[in-house]
C-alpha cells in the first residue's frame, strides 16, 4: 500500500436515543449511546495501527465536529455527510476522497468494533489485483460490513433497499449490471440487537467496549 490510501468510518454522534437504538431496552438509552462511543474508540484506536494509510471520520449531523473529534486519535480527518440515503452519503464520501487524489478507497461501518484489521488489509489487496474495482466486507444480516473501490461510480449506490438483509445481494446485482467486477473477503458480525451484546464480553478485540459492557450491573 502507499499513501494515497484512505479508510473513511460512517459515524453518528453519540447521543442517546440517536445511535443504536436497536439496543433499547436491553440497555437504556444512556447506556447505548455509551457503548457507541466506546465502538469508535476501539475502532480508530485499531485503524490508527494501519500503515500508509489516511483515516477519515464521516459523521452526522452536521454541527458536531467538535464532539466527534474528541473521541478520536489525532490525524483523523473530519468531513460531514452528505446525502438523504445511506447510499447518497457512501458515494458522496468515496468522491470526496477519489477526487481528492487518493487511488484506493475503503468504507467502513461502525458497528463492528472488534472486526481483525486484517480484514481491512486483505480488501486493500483485493483491490489491488488485476481486475478487482470493488471489494465487499458481506455483514451476517445480509448487508455489509465495508465496500472498498478504486473508480467512481454512483451505480452500487442506487436502487438498494437499505437496511434490509437484501442489501448485499442487491448491490452485487447493479455491480453487475454495471460490469463493475466486485469480489468478497470474509464475513463478519454487527453489533445491532441485543443478542448481539455478549459477542463483546472479554472480547480483546474491541478492549474499550468489553469493559463498559463489564461495567454494566443491569447486564450482570
Known amino acids: 500500500?502507499?499513501?494515497?490510501?484512505?479508510?473513511?468510518?460512517?459515524v453518528k454522534v453519540p447521543e442517546p436515543g440517536y445511535v443504536k437504538t436497536r439496543l433499547v431496552p436491553a440497555l437504556t438509552e444512556v447506556e447505548a449511546a455509551g457503548l457507541y462511543e466506546c465502538f469508535l474508540k476501539d475502532i480508530f484506536g485499531k485503524l490508527s495501527m494501519l500503515e500508509h494509510v489516511d483515516?477519515?471520520?464521516?459523521?452526522?449531523?452536521?454541527?458536531?465536529?467538535?464532539?466527534?473529534?474528541?473521541?478520536?486519535?489525532?490525524?483523523?480527518?473530519?468531513?460531514?455527510q452528505k446525502g438523504n440515503s445511506l447510499g447518497d452519503r457512501m458515494y458522496n464520501v468515496f468522491r470526496r476522497l477519489l477526487v481528492k487524489g487518493y487511488k484506493r478507497v475503503l468504507v467502513l461501518g461502525s458497528d463492528s468494533p472488534d472486526l481483525p484489521?486484517?480484514?481491512?488489509?486483505?480488501?486493500?489487496?483485493?483491490?489491488?489485483?488485476?481486475?478487482?474495482?470493488?471489494?465487499?466486507?458481506?455483514?451476517?444480516?445480509?448487508?455489509y460490513y465495508l465496500v472498498a473501490m478504486d473508480i467512481l461510480t454512483r451505480i452500487p449506490f442506487t436502487g438498494i433497499?437499505?437496511?434490509?438483509?437484501?442489501?448485499?445481494?442487491?448491490?452485487?446485482?447493479?455491480?453487475?449490471?454495471?460490469?463493475?467486477?466486485?469480489?468478497?473477503?470474509?464475513?463478519?458480525?454487527?453489533?445491532?440487537?441485543?443478542?448481539?451484546?455478549?459477542?463483546?464480553r472479554g472480547n480483546e478485540a474491541a478492549p474499550e467496549s468489553a469493559r463498559f459492557i463489564g461495567s454494566l450491573k443491569s447486564l450482570q
Open 55 to 80: 483515516l477519515f471520520a464521516a459523521y452526522t449531523p452536521r454541527g458536531h465536529k467538535k464532539r466527534i473529534a474528541a473521541l478520536l486519535p489525532d490525524g483523523v480527518g473530519l468531513m460531514p
Open 161 to 200: 433497499s437499505w437496511s434490509t438483509d437484501r442489501v448485499l445481494k442487491e448491490t452485487l446485482k447493479r455491480a453487475r449490471q454495471g460490469n463493475i467486477n466486485a469480489r468478497l473477503i470474509e464475513p463478519w458480525h454487527d453489533i445491532d440487537t441485543p443478542g448481539d451484546i455478549d459477542k463483546l
Open 117 to 143: 484489521l486484517g480484514y481491512v488489509e486483505d480488501a486493500f489487496r483485493c483491490l489491488g489485483e488485476k481486475g478487482s474495482e470493488m471489494v465487499l466486507g458481506p455483514a451476517l444480516d445480509g448487508g
Open 1 to 10: 500500500m502507499n499513501k494515497r490510501h484512505a479508510v473513511a468510518v460512517m
